[in-house]
């Protein structure tokens, strides 16, 4: 069975600075997809990245980009310029492409900006 | 984007009763729908898949005669909770794919308070 793991529960970060979100993942799988959601204090799940395992490229969206380590099973969140709306709680999730199959969820990271 | 409606918000009710909580795809057609669990500081929980048209496939642990899940069109699932007890009482978020799509839209989740 594939896993997520999220070795961090809780980070906190200055405003303006960067900081990085830990992911790990285990699969036997050698197609699958990863990404990133943030859930506020709304608990609105908000997808803010996705990374198909076949590219080798890191996906970026705005302030947001991700280091994506197919090999050592590895899939960091770098958030630049953290703002205070940035405050939330991270899930990472995994899926694999075949089949109908669900998001598997780790079970994630409360990222604190402090002012 | 896509949007998932869940209704209600929010419940509150007696031990014993059942409630029903329904998840909505509004401009997409939801061929599959998810169903998950979130305690307090905890990561979501799938509780079941459910495809239109046929019986949903729950994850091990649930209980199925408790947690009755119909998906009888394509924009709309319910979720029942019958004969519900204070250990029901969590948070609730529906969740729905279109076709073979990669995306997962979320709804905004129903807290359920059993007394």
């Known amino acids: 069975a594939q896993t997520v793991t999220q070795s961090q529960p809780e980070m906190s970060v200055q405003e303006a600075e960067t900081v990085t979100l830990s992911c790990t993942y285990d699969?036997?799988?050698?197609?699958?997809?990863l990404f990133w959601y943030k859930q506020p204090p709304s608990r609105q799940m908000i997808l803010v990245i996705r990374q198909e395992a076949y590219k080798q490229q890191n996906a970026t969206e705005n302030r947001f980009s991700v280091n994506f380590q197919k090999a050592a099973k590895s899939f960091s969140l770098k958030i630049s310029d953290s703002q205070l709306g940035d405050a939330a709680m991270y899930f990472c999730a995994y899926r694999a492409s075949s089949g109908n199959t669900p998001l598997v969820f780790g079970k994630g990271t409360r990222l604190s900006v402090i002012a | 984007g896509a949007v998932v409606s869940q209704h209600p918000s929010w419940v509150i009710c007696k031990s014993g009763t059942s409630v029903k909580i329904e998840c909505r795809s509004l401009?997409?057609?939801?061929?599959?729908m998810f169903w998950y669990r979130q305690f307090p500081k905890q990561s979501l929980m799938l509780m079941a898949t459910s495809n239109e048209g046929s019986k949903a496939t729950y994850e091990q642990g649930v209980e199925k005669d408790k947690f009755l899940i119909n998906h009888a069109s394509l924009t709309l699932s319910t979720l029942t909770v019958t004969s519900a007890h204070p250990e029901d009482s969590s948070f609730y978020i529906c969740?729905?794919?279109?076709?073979?799509?990669?995306?997962?839209?979320f709804g905004p989740g129903t807290r359920l308070t059993v007394l």
């Open positions: 401009d997409f057609q939801a061929t599959t």
């Open positions: 699969t036997s799988e050698s197609d699958y997809y």
């Open positions: 969740s729905a794919r279109e076709g073979g799509l990669l995306e997962q839209f």
